[in-house]
């Protein structure tokens, strides 16, 4: 039986109309406003140097024992700022990196907060707690974000992955969470329908996830772009991207990428 959840429209997750708020319109082409969650995009740290030394030093890997994972993300630092903040996005090439937030109740919350948990008509970078867990491993997992006219949040993913010298290269996402870290490789970027993917396809079923993403390949659209050599298959994890789509906001564009081998 499907899952009864907040359905997620293009209508909502874009702002590229104007949303009306106290009695003015807030229009996609205003900037974000600063998250504190910026301060920790990953880097490496001296802190984490140093305490990635000392685990090499104090038990050194070997066939049988590998050094523990140390995530050049702080996210004890994040958990302070939001405890909600699960992961963290980052598009290869671009300036796209943002907190992941997940609110455990309401899946609309932060369509109109950000990822410090404050109110901002930007949103944030979330997923849904009704269909998707905060560990990557489901079949398929689905980051919504705001469209905005300043490139910030989502708002560059349309135009990046629309240009062939940019897809040309083969672009990859990397999810960082506090265990691992995960690298897709993007197979398709392509404009789709506000259909509720989650809710319409139980991926758990090969036939039913074999029979979504061909049907994705087999996009006719001058704006899409496919990199068969990451086709998924069923088993497979496949992350992604949805916001909406420029010229038509009815819909969405979606960003598709194949969990790689190793990070499975």
């Known amino acids: 039986m499907k899952k009864k959840g907040v359905y997620i429209t293009c209508g909502l997750v874009c702002l590229a109309a104007a949303v009306i708020a106290s009695g003015k319109a807030y229009l996609s082409s205003h900037s974000v ?36 994972y140390v995530s050049p993300v702080d996210f004890a630092g994040l958990k302070e700022v939001n405890p909600d903040i699960y992961a963290w996005l980052s598009i290869e090439n671009t300036e796209t990196s943002y907190a992941i937030v997940q609110d455990p109740e309401d899946d609309s919350y932060y369509l109109t907060h950000n990822s410090d948990g404050d109110y901002s008509p930007g949103g944030a970078i979330f997923s849904e707690h009704v269909y998707n867990g905060t560990d990557f491993q489901d079949p398929v997992t689905i980051l919504y974000g705001h469209f905005m006219r ?60 074999q029979g979504f993403f061909d049907e994705v390949m087999s996009t006719r659209d001058l704006s899409a772009k496919f990199n068969e050599s990451y086709a998924p298959e069923p ?12 010229g038509n906001n009815q819909n969405r564009f979606l960003v598709m990428g194949k969990m790689l081998p190793g990070d499975q």
């Open 235 to 246: 088993g497979d994890k496949v992350l992604i991207l949805s916001t909406c789509l420029i």
């Open 33 to 68: 406003p600063a998250d504190k969650s910026a301060a920790f995009a990953p880097t490496e740290t001296e802190a984490q140097t140093q305490a990635a030394t000392e685990v090499t030093e104090t038990t050194p890997p070997t066939t049988e024992t590998e050094a523990p």
């Open 150 to 209: 300043d490139g910030s949040l989502f708002g560059s993913l349309q135009p990046d992955f629309t240009d062939d010298e940019f897809f040309g290269k083969s672009p990859k996402i990397t999810v960082y969470t506090p265990e691992a870290e995960y690298t897709y490789g993007v197979f398709a970027a392509v404009p789709y329908s506000n259909d509720h993917i989650l809710y319409y396809h139980q991926f758990e079923d090969e036939y039913a996830f």
